[in-house]
């Protein structure tokens, strides 16, 4: 934080006079007045403030009800420290206006010492608060930037395998059949049998070449797209189990962004291997629908259900891995997941995601516009981040 901003409102404009005096020998020279409560919201917007000191006896609009207010613009998550004005000290008011949201109190008349080092505490936890986010959100770039060079390696092994050691295995396969039909080979039964060993081994070697690179990542996910994926996908796992498969999804007009594709793609996947390991489940259920304004992944087993909070702790503790990586991954892709399970009663996992999903290229740019904005002191706190983030949804 820069400058910090501070925003005051008090009809009594020899109160205003007073703190404007004290908070600029302190140092504090960004600081906006208005004795008119019913400014006070446009002034917020206008300025978006670190700090704001409210009175709370005030025509129009009291301080509880701008607090109210307040509250519907404040990012959630985020912390704008409220101090309140008061002459007031009932203890009455005083939890009332906790309750909606004021984190501290100064109390008229002012101590100037006291004022100072209250607004100056505050200032200090929205500055942790805020270098918090930041390196939140740089940890969430890293992993994002993991997710996606793990995807593109795999990619490029999943092509590798499938068209040259697919190719190469086609290529000896051909040679040895006409090999094989050479008089001087065809006349002796032992070698047509081994040639005809040597056929089989390498039919069993392409099938697995074919599924290996299938799992590390199918190419119809990037031609075909989610849909056609899990339909194929969903079905071969039904035609090698004794899984009753069913994919029931809404139409989609355009391919979705290539994040959340592949978010979607691996949690089923996830989801499916769970089932069939640890579930001892007769059926799986996945439905791909298009929510308010959100895609809905919900995915059922019936099987023998697990204690999924215990699961998550085992996990963090780094038993497993992969119920953590289906949750990463919805928040990644801008969402987030639930997993909702009982002994004997079968596990539903449900997972929501925003259609413009975001890639770490975009939360980079993000970041940097936000650092540019506030280092020209324009307002670079998380309203400006949060404005930031609905462009990011383009395929990556
Ligand atoms: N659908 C399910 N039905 C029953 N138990 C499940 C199901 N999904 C997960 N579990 C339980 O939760 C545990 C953790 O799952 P998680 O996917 O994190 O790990 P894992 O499958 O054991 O190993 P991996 O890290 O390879 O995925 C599993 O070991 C299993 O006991
Ligand atoms: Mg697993």
């Given amino acids: 934080m820069n400058t910090p901003r501070i925003l005051m409102v008090d009809d009594d404009s020899d109160a205003l006079l007073l703190l404007t005096r004290i908070l600029g020998q302190a140092g504090f020279s960004n600081v906006r007045a208005t004795p008119d409560s019913r400014e006070l919201i446009a002034l917020y917007q206008e300025l978006q403030p670190d700090l704001i000191l409210l009175d709370l006896m005030m025509p129009h609009l009291s301080g509880l009800d701008l607090l109210v207010q307040l509250q519907t613009l404040i990012p959630e998550g985020s912390f704008l420290p409220i101090v309140m004005l008061t002459a007031d000290t009932s203890p009455t008011s005083r939890r009332d206006a906790l309750r909606r949201g004021v984190h501290d109190f100064l109390s008229k008349p002012f101590d100037p010492a006291e004022v100072v080092l209250r607004i100056k505490n505050l200032l200090k936890t929205r500055a942790l608060h805020l270098d918090l986010k930041e390196q939140r959100q740089h940890l969430q770039e890293v992993s994002m930037r993991l997710l996606e060079a793990q995807e593109s390696e795999r990619r490029r092994v999943a092509h590798e395998l499938h068209d040259e050691i697919g190719q190469l295995l086609t290529v000896v396969k051909i040679n040895l059949q006409c090999n094989q039909r050479r008089p001087a080979i065809s006349a002796v039964p032992e070698d047509v049998a081994s040639i005809e060993d ?111 909070e215990s699961a998550h702790h085992r996990a963090v503790g780094g038993a497993s891995l992969g119920l953590l990586g289906m949750e990463e991954r919805a928040e990644l892709a801008g969402g987030h997941l639930e997993i909702e399970s009982k002994g004997g009663k079968g596990t539903t996992i449900r997972a929501a995601f925003p259609f413009n999903a975001p890639t770490a290229a975009a939360l980079t740019t993000a970041a940097v516009l936000t650092k540019l904005h506030s280092s020209n002191g324009e307002g670079g706190n998380e309203a400006s981040q949060e404005k930031a983030s609905p462009a990011l949804g383009d395929r990556a």
């Fill in 198 to 308: 040597s056929i089989s081994a390498i039919d069993h070697a392409i099938g697995r070449v074919r599924d290996l690179s299938f799992d590390l990542r199918p190419a119809m996910l990037d031609t075909f797209g989610l849909i056609e994926t899990l339909e194929w996908c969903l079905e071969k796992a039904a035609a090698h189990s004794p899984l009753e498969v069913h994919f029931k999804h809404d139409e989609f007009e355009a391919r979705l962004p290539v994040a959340l594709e592949t978010a979607c793609f691996r949690i089923v996947q996830e989801a499916l291997t769970n089932a069939m390991r640890h579930a001892n489940a007769c059926r799986f259920d996945v439905q791909l629908r298009k929510g308010d304004g959100k895609l809905e992944l919900i995915i059922q087993d019936d099987g023998c259900g697990f204690d999924s």
